[in-house]
């Protein structure tokens, strides 16, 4: 028993022996240097996972994506003729597929480290989604459809709401469950496309078909190349009512306007149209093979792979560690001035495209 009572006295005694021996060898400043160490390694791992997030998918080949497509779904054997449309159908899921596997996920809906602190990467999906939005919708109401009162694809009247689904909702749902929801929608398109039995799904390859498309993709670039050219502050005159004397507009504007995208977006607008352009590559040369007997028609080949080329200037690598916004003729470099050029030559060659496709 008085064993017993001493054992229990010594506990209070072997507490305090434990804290006078933590505070003699883990003094307050070491406990601040073991936080600092920890902080910096957590710094570290979310920079170096930043900067691989931050990677931008390469290249990939329209044509052998849709002929493992094609075989996925056993339609045909690898080396068979490929069916019209599924290039361009094929494209289309390449980029949405990229965009939302690619290193780090899809992260324009992020709300944790490090995908929460990056803005470049995200800009670039969205500049990829809109064109994936604008040649979905192509697809449903041009493609996909003989006439203007012919009935619209099942398929693909599900797959262009998913896709146009808000690109930052992070949770119920996230975009990119949405966005890959549209994706099982399209495969069943192009699955049905490349089935001979199913005569519910078409592409229709036409000179109308492919003009109007383009002149989605023109609005599109014309409005990065203003908004990248803005990055230097211009007046310019107001041309909104220009070349129509009946013309009118609702609210009065002033006869010069000073245009000037804030400093802040600049980063913003290089890589939405770095994403763009990179999405656009893939979808011209899938029409490139899928209206290859129009264009030959129209003897047009040349001038959509010049177009190619000039975007294919848009995803050189970029050596500086920020987006430079010097003046026009100053001593530090404009990226966006260098990326409106490449932006404005390949839609004046789409412009001279829709000129030649209409023609008879």
Same mark, same amino acid.
């Given at each position: 028993?008085?064993?017993?009572?001493?054992?229990?006295?010594?506990?209070?005694?072997?507490?305090?022996?434990?804290?006078?021996?933590?505070?003699?060898?883990?003094?307050?400043?070491?406990?601040?240097?073991?936080?600092?160490?920890?902080?910096?390694?957590?710094?570290?791992?979310?920079?170096?996972?930043?900067?691989?997030?931050?990677?931008?998918?390469?290249?990939?080949?329209?044509?052998?994506?849709?002929?493992?497509?094609?075989?996925?779904?056993?339609?045909?054997?690898?080396?068979?003729?490929?069916?019209?449309?599924?290039?361009?159908?094929?494209?289309?899921?390449?980029?949405?597929?990229?965009?939302?596997?690619?290193?780090?996920?899809?992260?324009?809906?992020?709300?944790?480290?490090?995908?929460?602190?990056?803005?470049?990467?995200?800009?670039?999906?969205?500049?990829?989604?809109?064109?994936?939005?604008?040649?979905?919708?192509?697809?449903?109401?041009?493609?996909?459809?003989?006439?203007?009162?012919?009935?619209?694809?099942?398929?693909?009247?599900?797959? /262009?709401?998913?896709? +146009?689904?808000?690109?930052?909702?992070?949770?119920?749902?996230?975009?990119?469950?949405? %966005?890959?929801?549209?994706?099982?929608?399209?495969?069943?398109?192009?699955?049905?496309?490349?089935?001979?039995?199913?005569?519910?799904?078409?592409?229709?390859?036409?000179?109308?078909?492919?003009?109007?498309?383009?002149?989605?993709?023109?609005?599109?670039?014309?409005?990065?190349?203003?908004?990248?050219?803005?990055?230097?502050? /211009?007046?310019?005159?107001?041309?909104?009512?220009?070349?129509? #004397?009946?013309?009118?507009?609702?609210?009065?504007?002033?006869?010069?306007? $000073?245009?000037?995208?804030?400093?802040? $977006?600049?980063?913003?607008?290089? %890589?939405?149209?770095?994403?763009?352009?990179?999405?656009?590559?893939?979808?011209?040369?899938?029409?490139?093979?899928?209206?290859?007997?129009?264009?030959?028609?129209?003897?047009?080949?040349?001038?959509?792979?010049?177009?190619?080329? /000039?975007?294919? #200037?848009?995803?050189?690598?970029?050596?500086?560690?920020?987006?430079? +916004?010097?003046?026009?003729?100053?001593?530090?470099?404009?990226?966006?001035?260098?990326?409106?050029?490449?932006?404005?030559?390949?839609?004046?060659?789409?412009?001279?495209?829709?000129?030649?496709?209409?023609?008879?």
């Amino acid at each position: 028993m008085t064993e017993d009572i001493k054992a229990g006295s010594d506990t209070p005694h072997l507490g305090r022996r434990f804290r006078n021996f933590a505070d003699d060898h883990l003094p307050q400043g070491r406990w601040l240097s073991i936080a600092v160490a920890v902080f910096a390694v957590y710094a570290l791992i979310v920079l170096g996972l930043g900067v691989y997030w931050s990677i931008t998918p390469g290249e990939f080949d329209v044509v052998e994506r849709a002929r493992s497509y094609t075989v996925s779904v056993g339609a045909s054997e690898a080396s068979a003729p490929l069916i019209t449309g599924a290039v361009t159908t094929s494209a289309l899921l390449g980029v949405v597929d990229s965009m939302l596997s690619k290193s780090g996920g899809y992260l324009r809906n992020d709300r944790l480290p490090p995908g929460v602190y990056l803005d470049n990467i995200p800009n670039w999906e969205y500049g990829a989604l809109i064109q994936s939005r604008d040649l979905v919708r192509a697809m449903r109401e041009l493609f996909s459809r003989s006439q203007s009162q012919s009935k619209e694809d099942g398929d693909l009247s599900l797959a /262009e709401p998913l896709l +146009n689904f808000q690109s930052n909702s992070w949770l119920l749902p996230a975009s990119e469950n949405e %966005y890959r929801k549209a994706m099982r929608s399209t495969q069943s398109y192009l699955q049905r496309l490349m089935d001979p039995n199913a005569q519910n799904a078409q592409f229709y390859a036409r000179a109308d078909n492919l003009r109007d498309w383009l002149a989605m993709v023109n609005t599109r670039l014309g409005s990065l190349s203003q908004r990248l050219s803005a990055s230097v502050s /211009e007046r310019r005159l107001n041309t909104d009512l220009a070349g129509d #004397g009946n013309a009118s507009q609702s609210t009065a504007a002033p006869s010069e306007l $000073e245009v000037r995208t804030p400093w802040k $977006e600049i980063d913003d607008v290089f %890589y939405e149209s770095r994403g763009a352009a990179w999405a656009l590559i893939h979808f011209l040369k899938a029409a490139e093979v899928d209206f290859a007997d129009i264009l030959e028609d129209k003897n047009a080949q040349v001038s959509l792979r010049q177009i190619v080329r /000039e975007l294919e #200037g848009t995803q050189g690598v970029v050596w500086s560690p920020l987006i430079l +916004n010097g003046s026009g003729f100053g001593l530090l470099a404009n990226h966006s001035l260098v990326m409106a050029s490449y932006i404005s030559r390949a839609n004046a060659a789409i412009i001279d495209l829709r000129d030649l496709l209409s023609q008879g």
